[in-house]
């Protein structure tokens, strides 16, 4: 109980917190731009990030209002989709990637579609480029969320670079972090301009000094350690790792003090990249040595940002047992179950679509294991005989 490793994570320092400086003084939105293109808008989420674009499409589009999204993916997604005043259409995804299936997203596509939101979980880049093409010839707008794949890449084409916009996601656990954030990389000219306008009335700049915020930051930096992370991780209320549904989200701009923060912590992205991606290396290596079958395959032209080390096991039961075992070496589960499957999300879905098997499949089977800088050889060994432990098949 008292060695207890994070699922997530990303490394800080105390300057970042009291007094954030960058080095090369560029700001995040500028960051941003030169790694993906577009015009930046600078949120307090993700999901405000995404409910910009979607609202400005829906205002220049008002007679389309279905949006397609992965059937497991972050209940982020659907809750700014609802919040927009859209409609979810959800369709199935790719095993090999957690992404949406391109042939799938072209048959769901109809009179009334007015956006795709891709994801790419994991930091995993999915086949958006084929997604991308598909967009552009139904004349629908595409949305690339990278909210977990910030340093990822396709066919060296960075991720959140495809489509009308991109959007970020600065959370705690994410790629980098600003504790709570996010941003829209609009590309699309019609977008910004309307995009322009609800930000600068709608979106209230939240509070540059926030003593409470640099608080929990500096303890967020205390805690973050095996000998002491049992404490937040047996606090309930602090819902680590709970992901929801909810589409009454606070909607603000990210305060310049955040934003600093943000761009210093742009400045290590690929030191960061780099050192999650040799732990999920490593874990490949393990895996194969000890003769699993199935981890996935890095797809050619792919170049991942591994958030996490995602792996489908043969059963639920199995699942169960791993997750238990492994909770304190940072084994954990991702969402409780398929988009489609949000109880209160049953009213804005759209009211009929084919069934979502690998979605199902993956929120039943999936578990995902840490890649972030705390993670030891000798951890990655333990994790991978636990999993050995439960005798099982991966898929
Ligand atoms: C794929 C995806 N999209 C959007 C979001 C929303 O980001 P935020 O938590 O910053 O609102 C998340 C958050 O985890 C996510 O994983």
């Known amino acids: 109980m ?36 577009g015009e930046p808008f600078i949120t307090c989420s993700g999901k405000a990030a995404l409910y910009l ?53 072209e048959s769901a596509i109809n009179k009334n579609t007015l956006a795709v939101v891709m994801t790419h979980l994991f930091g995993i880049p999915g086949q958006i480029d084929i997604i991308e093409e598909i967009c552009r010839r139904h004349n629908i707008f595409l949305i690339d969320d990278a909210a977990q794949s910030l340093g990822a890449s396709l066919n060296s084409r960075p991720l959140g670079s495809f489509g009308d916009a991109g959007i970020f996601s600065f ?7 600003t504790q709570n954030g996010g941003a829209a990389l609009i590309r699309n000219d019609s977008l910004i301009e309307i995009a322009k306008g609800i930000y600068q ?43 929801e549904y909810n589409p009454n989200f606070c909607i603000e701009k990210m305060p310049p003090r955040n934003r600093i923060r943000g761009a210093m912590m742009f400045e290590w992205l690929d030191k960061i990249t780099h050192d999650r991606n040799e732990i999920a290396s490593a874990y490949r290596e393990l895996f194969e040595k000890n003769r699993f079958k199935g981890i996935s395959i890095i797809q050619d032209g792919s170049s991942p940002a591994y958030l ?27 969402y409780p179950n398929t988009v489609s499957s949000i109880d209160c999300l049953k009213p804005y879905l759209v009211s009929e679509f084919p069934q979502c098997l690998t979605a199902k499949r993956v929120s039943e089977t999936l578990i995902t294991l840490p890649t972030h800088y705390c993670i030891t050889n000798i951890d990655m060994e333990n994790i991978v005989n636990i999993i050995s432990s439960g005798k099982i098949n991966l898929c």
Do not use: Q
């Open 53 to 105: 674009i979607l609202i400005s499409a829906f205002l220049k589009e008002p007679l389309r209002n279905e949006v397609i999204i992965p059937d497991y993916t972050c209940w982020s997604v659907p809750s700014a989709v609802v919040k927009a005043g859209l409609k979810v259409r959800p369709v199935d995804i790719d095993m090999d990637n957690f992404g949406l299936l391109p042939e799938l997203v």
């Open 171 to 177: 959370g705690r656990g994410k790629n980098i972090t």
């Open 308 to 334: 996490r080390f995602p792996i489908c096991l043969g059963n639920k039961n199995n699942r169960r047992y791993i997750l238990k075992k492994g909770r304190d070496f940072g084994i954990s589960s991702m």
């Open 2 to 37: 008292f060695s207890s490793l994070p699922p997530t994570g990303v490394p800080f320092s105390w300057k970042y917190i009291f007094s954030p400086k960058t080095h090369n003084k560029m700001s995040l939105g500028d960051c941003l731009r030169s790694l993906v293109g």
């Open 201 to 243: 009335n709608d979106f209230p700049m939240a509070a540059n000094f926030n003593p409470i915020g640099d608080i929990m930051l500096a303890a967020y930096k205390i805690l973050f350690s095996r000998y002491l992370y049992w404490i937040p991780n047996n606090l309930p209320f602090l819902k680590l790792g709970v992901t």
